[in-house]
């Protein structure tokens, strides 16, 4: 099958206006005859339930937490980008576009990227509408801050609860139109699989996480918004229900996978510290505007540190490297994620990490409160400050944070066209659930950007042109794909409770992230790949011999719900392995040790691997199919990334 990313013809700044205007309409009557299922409630999903919802469409929506609210967006920390400018330093719908490509290393669509920085500047006006607590300056105008990858400010935030708020926004809209009857709300649900019938996606089959019931509901289009799958490496900065069943399943029904081995790694994340740790906290981004990133310049010096025989404090400043502001004068502490990550293992695994572990580098804000004052400070970032303290019962205005790189977004997911479309005709995805935006690297405030633009201001005028196609007919419940998909889950949580081996599913996960963050993590090579597609396979025969689920389907069953998610994440990671190794270049996160510059900087190879990686399922321990969408780059010329 061919891919057909139905990007618009024409001028860059014109694909999306002349697109929407090309677009099929359903007018008002018929859209009350038309069922839309929308599955998860985080920001991509809240937001487009409530849009469509409030267009007159009828919008059935699942989450399996106990409310919309708690979807895993309300973590989200330190801004959402937008082009306005307010600051007048420069930035602009192109800059933005810019910005973004480079930070994905040149591995994204430039049409889709571009819409996303067209229309950023439409979701602060909606949010601000809808009564999201954005910090403001002293005039009362909306205040922005830097984010990793810019050069101006353009980030807006809401202290370090910028996710949350946002959410509370989408919530309120899509309670509204709960109220109204608009939205059917399932909570506590969990979708099992995508019923594909007669080519075209048609319903789903969940799981009610109270009762055990397995039931279909039918709809003329599904609405996948699950957000990403960093929970496959065990510990990330995810919530522990993150997954990536729906995406895994609807990937098994046909829906292509696209590029799974781009994963992000946060730098400043709050240090592992045991085995009894079963997440990860992030620090906000934003922390990098004030703090400042050092370690030691010396392995005697990092040896005193971890040993005790020094304090922090007593360090002198000639004792102190300031890496990223050496290295990257241009940029200094505010280069992208990939970059500062990279920078601060290569201090660990150089001997200079701090912390009793080793495995850490400082995040220090003694210079920016000399400055500025700790009640400044404070008034910024003090419920992050709070956060570390309460976490590490140690106090960040008195000394220097610890921080060291976390599995955080993926930029991998369904694949998609312009229209947010899957190859699955009536099957779409949105937000972090597909691959569209972000390339090989996220670039900070960016993800709560797409989100929302994918639900806001894109799905509601491209949703419309299919349906308009297929027309309002009732879809037939009593077709054979949704029994038989039905039956299939049904069978498929028999064999999962028939498990009564000696060994737990959080045991299989947690060697699974062994396998993923020491293979396919911040650094791969060829040995390396090679040796994880073999231990995966040893662990995948391994779990469907001795893992152990306890208890039944029909009750609440936490064992149950792990197994099946831990089962696709061992499936997924191979898929992982093996994109990996069929990418042989450097490029964003995605850092072969085999492919890099005499600096030591990801190396792109632009003439073989300038293309999205999208994976085709064809049976169980079956090799994948690749399929290869070529990026063609009209608007931006390919260059070696430099943030000097």
Not at 68 to 82: E, L
Not at 349 to 378: K, M, N, P, W, Y
Not at 491 to 518: C, D
Not at 587 to 615: I, K, M, P
Request: charged share 25%; hydrophobic share 35%.
């Amino acid at each position: 099958m061919s891919l057909d990313s139905k990007i618009p013809q024409g001028a860059l700044a014109e694909k999306w206006s002349k697109h929407k205007f090309n677009l099929k309409l359903v007018n008002p009557a018929n859209k009350r005859k038309y069922n839309i299922i929308v599955v998860g409630t985080g920001l991509a999903g809240a937001s487009a339930a409530a849009s469509l919802a409030e267009l007159g469409y009828n919008v059935t929506a699942f989450c399996f937490q106990d409310s919309p609210r708690r979807a895993h967006s309300i973590a989200a920390q330190g801004g959402i980008n937008a082009a306005k400018n307010y600051r007048n330093d420069g930035d602009s719908v192109y800059r933005l576009f810019y910005d973004t490509i480079k930070g994905g290393d040149y591995r994204a669509r430039e049409a889709n990227v571009y819409r996303l920085a067209e229309v950023s500047v439409n979701i602060i006006d909606q949010c601000v509408a809808q009564g999201v607590p954005f910090a403001r300056e002293y005039g009362g105008l909306l205040d922005n801050r830097s984010f990793g990858g810019a050069q101006v400010s353009r980030t807006f935030y809401a202290r370090g609860q910028t996710g949350q708020q946002l959410l509370l926004g989408a919530y309120s809209a899509l309670n509204r139109q709960i109220h109204e009857g608009k939205v059917k709300m399932y909570t506590r649900t969990e979708m099992l699989d995508v019923v594909v019938a007669d080519g075209q996606a048609k319903g789903i089959v969940t799981r009610n996480l109270k009762t055990g019931a397995i039931e279909t509901h039918s709809g003329h289009a599904v609405l996948l918004c699950t957000g990403g799958y960093s929970n496959v490496f065990y510990l990330s900065t995810n919530a522990i229900g993150s997954n990536v069943t729906a995406a895994w399943r609807a990937h098994k029904r046909g829906a292509y996978f696209a590029n799974p081995c781009y994963t992000q790694i946060h730098p400043t994340c709050i240090p592992v510290t045991g085995t009894h740790q079963s997440k990860l906290t992030l620090m906000s981004e934003s922390l990098r505007n004030d703090g400042r990133v050092w370690a030691p310049k010396t392995k005697e010096v990092a040896e005193k540190l971890r040993k005790g025989e020094v304090k922090i404090e007593n360090v002198k400043e000639d004792d102190r490297d300031y890496f990223l502001e050496r290295k990257y004068p241009s940029f200094g502490n505010l280069v992208p994620r990939d970059v500062a990550s990279r920078n601060a293992k290569e201090m660990v695994d150089d001997g200079r990490g701090v912390g009793g572990s080793g495995i850490a580098v400082f995040l220090d804000f003694r210079d920016a409160i000399q400055r500025l004052g700790e009640d400044t400070v404070r008034a910024k970032y003090g419920n992050l400050f709070d956060m570390y303290y309460q976490i590490t019962d140690e106090n960040p205005y008195k000394q220097p944070m610890r921080i060291y790189p976390a599995v955080h977004y993926t930029m991998g997911g369904l694949w998609v066209d312009y229209n947010l479309s899957t190859n699955i005709p009536g099957l779409y995805c949105l937000g972090e659930a597909n691959f569209s935006d972000h390339g090989a690297n996220r670039l900070g405030a960016s993800a709560l950007m797409q989100g929302l633009a994918d639900g806001y201001f894109v799905i509601p005028y491209t949703l419309g042109d299919y349906l308009a196609t297929i027309g309002p007919k009732a879809v037939d419940t009593n077709h054979p794909a949704f029994a038989q998909t039905k039956k299939d889950v049904e069978a498929y949580i028999a064999k999962l409770l028939a498990l009564k081996g000696n060994k737990t599913v959080v045991e299989y996960h947690r060697e699974l992230g062994h396998i993923m963050w020491e293979y396919c993590g911040m650094a791969r090579t060829e040995e390396g790949l090679t040796k994880a597609r073999g231990l995966i396979q040893a662990l995948k025969d391994d779990f469907w011999k001795n893992a152990i689920v306890v208890g039944e389907n029909e009750e609440i069953n936490a064992s149950l719900e792990r197994a099946g998610r831990v089962a696709d994440f061992i499936e997924l990671g191979a898929l992982m392995v093996e994109d990996a190794l069929s990418r042989r270049e450097s490029c964003g996160g995605h850092f072969r040790v085999e492919s890099q510059t005499e600096e030591g900087e990801a190396l792109r190879n632009d003439d073989e691997f300038a293309y999205v990686a999208a994976w085709e399922y064809t049976g169980d321990n079956q090799p994948e199919v690749l399929h290869k969408e070529d990026l063609v780059y009209e608007n931006v010329k390919l260059t070696q990334r430099s943030y000097k």
